[in-house]
């Protein structure tokens, strides 16, 4: 899938504001600073679409991004953070509890977990949640490019194991930096949303350049 356009739809503080084109939606799910703005700029080759900042858990809605008229991203602000009210966190958590379980369009979550440390109990019990109501799920573990090659099979083997992971679920080690697990996510996004198998431009081009080679 080659990216046409990507763009910031709005921030969605509750149903009435979600799109009504019946595009499918693809959710990142993960605490704060996991990486999720970052994943979503590497994924559309833009610097700063959403933005991301070193300052965690300032959004407490749902971020939609379309790309190219086929889909959107739904960024799903931070679980587990600490520092707003009690009655703010409960009201926060109905709403994206009920778009996760309800929304019909929603064709995948994916949930970030930083690669880097074994899954907190907040990743464990957002995992088991996300099983037991059979939302479709993909895990990624970010910010591989911070551990060394042996770390990034090591830490996959624990990531699946605490997250108690069947055999053939979906788990993409990934680095905004880096680029590394892209290519697979893509494909992964595009069969869930059931539009044309990705081979977004970075993949062309090295795929051009291994040709030219030999
Ligand atoms: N080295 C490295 N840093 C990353 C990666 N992804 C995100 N970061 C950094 O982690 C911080 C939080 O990232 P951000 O995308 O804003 O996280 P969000 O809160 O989940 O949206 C920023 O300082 C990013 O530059 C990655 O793959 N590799
Ligand atoms: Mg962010």
Not at 84 to 107: D, F, P, Q, T
Request: with cysteine; hydrophobic share 35%.
């Amino acid at each position: 899938m080659k990216i046409k356009s990507s763009e910031f739809i709005i921030s969605a503080v509750g149903p009435k504001q979600y799109p009504v084109d019946g595009l499918p939606e693809i959710a990142l799910a993960g605490r704060s600073n996991v990486g999720k703005s970052s994943l979503i700029n590497r994924l559309l080759l833009r610097r700063n679409l959403a933005r991301t900042s070193s300052q965690p858990g300032k959004t407490q809605q749902l971020n939609y991004y379309k790309i190219n008229e086929e889909m959107y991203f739904v960024d799903v602000p931070g679980y587990g953070y600490a520092k707003v009210s009690k009655s703010e966190r409960e009201a926060w958590g109905r709403m994206i509890e009920n778009y996760l379980r309800e929304r019909e369009e929603l064709k995948l979550v994916i949930q970030l977990i930083d690669l880097r440390h074994p899954p907190t109990a907040l990743d464990i019990s957002m995992y088991e949640w996300l099983s037991h109501y059979g939302i479709p799920l993909c895990v990624v573990g970010t910010k591989a490019d911070k551990l060394s090659r042996n770390q990034v099979a090591k830490h996959g083997r624990i990531m699946r194991d605490t997250l108690g992971m069947p055999k053939g679920a979906p788990l993409v080690l990934f680095s905004s930096e880096t680029g590394e697990g892209r290519d697979d996510l893509w494909r992964i996004i595009a069969h869930a949303a059931d539009i044309p198998a990705a081979s977004p431009p970075e993949s062309q081009h090295e795929r051009q350049e291994t040709e030219d080679n030999g």
